[in-house]
């Protein structure tokens, strides 16, 4: 199988039909990353003071919007007060029409979640192993228990440049939790409810959750995976689109700046082929419910 798979549109919206549909949701409930080279998220002229590291507070590289309009991580000039937040809202709700379209199917059960701005050049940056998503992973969220639930990620690269975005990707994640499940301790049993009363997790990890995580820090912290494990490189150009289920995908950024990404949450009962999704490969391994 490719690790990507191409679309020629290039607009955010527009009439797709049923063998669209088909080929579209095949190809990311299989593990692929779809790519979009002609779909370009265009920032206006009066936006481009935003292309600038500075924006960033240095907490973290990502700036980030939430659904609800707060902002987060970033250090911002009056105007860019005012043009940030309305660029990326922009920008999510690009990202959820095109989704809407692509996948009528998960329509109803698609949860908007986060929009960042990562407007800091990936490659040189230095952090600790578990953060650094220039080695391969699955994605996982240490505060926000998902219960089985998806992440589904959309990018697009806006460098004013000609600059890509540069990935790896890695092995198809059920190979990968075979290999890497063994070597993942099961969390002590209060733990959750401890991380959840104390306010460090927004509700209870599920089992799920923990493995999930277990698997994201496995994979990152063995440098002989990292080394051996099958990689494809691919670059995303400025003016591209790219998405796909980052809790399923093994990937790793290795160099790039500027680029605009939406997460989804999505149910796994609304897939076409929900046996496809983490929870049921995991729970189909260790032969018992998780969430
Ligand atoms: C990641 O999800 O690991 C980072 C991807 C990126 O910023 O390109
Ligand atoms: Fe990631």
Not at 142 to 154: F, K
Request: glycine letters at 6%; a positive charge.
């Amino acid at each position: 199988m490719d690790v990507l798979k191409s679309f020629p549109f290039d607009a955010w919206s527009g009439p797709l039909g049923p063998s669209d549909h088909l080929e579209a949701i095949t190809a990311l409930e299989s593990g692929q990353v779809l790519f979009f080279p002609h779909l370009a998220f265009r920032l206006l002229p009066s936006e481009r003071l935003l292309l600038s590291p500075a924006l960033s507070s240095g907490r973290s590289k990502n700036i980030s919007l939430d659904p609800s309009g707060r902002l987060e991580n970033a250090k911002l000039s009056r105007e860019a007060r005012t043009l940030l937040p309305e660029m990326m809202e922009r920008f999510a709700k690009s990202a959820h029409a095109l989704l809407g379209d692509l996948f009528p199917s998960y329509a109803p059960k698609l949860e908007r979640a986060r929009t960042s701005f990562r407007p800091v050049e990936i490659a040189g940056r230095r952090s600790a192993r578990v953060t650094d998503d220039t080695l391969l992973h699955v994605d996982a969220f240490p505060a926000r228990p998902l219960r089985g639930r998806r992440i589904l990620r959309l990018f697009s690269n806006v460098h004013p440049g000609g600059v890509p975005r540069v990935w790896t990707v890695g092995e198809p994640f059920a190979q990968m939790a075979a290999k890497l499940l063994p070597l993942v301790n099961e969390p002590v049993i209060f733990k959750p409810w401890f991380l959840a009363v104390i306010g460090a997790t927004r509700g209870v990890r599920s089992a799920y959750d923990s493995l999930m995580l277990g698997l994201h820090d496995r994979a990152k912290l063995d440098p002989d995976y990292q080394a051996r494990t099958s990689k494809t490189e691919l670059q995303f150009p400025p003016g591209s689109t790219w998405l796909c289920f980052t809790d399923q995908v093994m990937h790793a950024v290795l160099s790039g700046q500027f680029v605009l990404e939406q997460t989804f949450h999505h149910d796994i009962d609304a897939m076409a082929e929900p046996a496809r999704a983490p929870i049921k490969v995991l729970e189909a391994m260790v032969g018992r419910r998780l969430a």
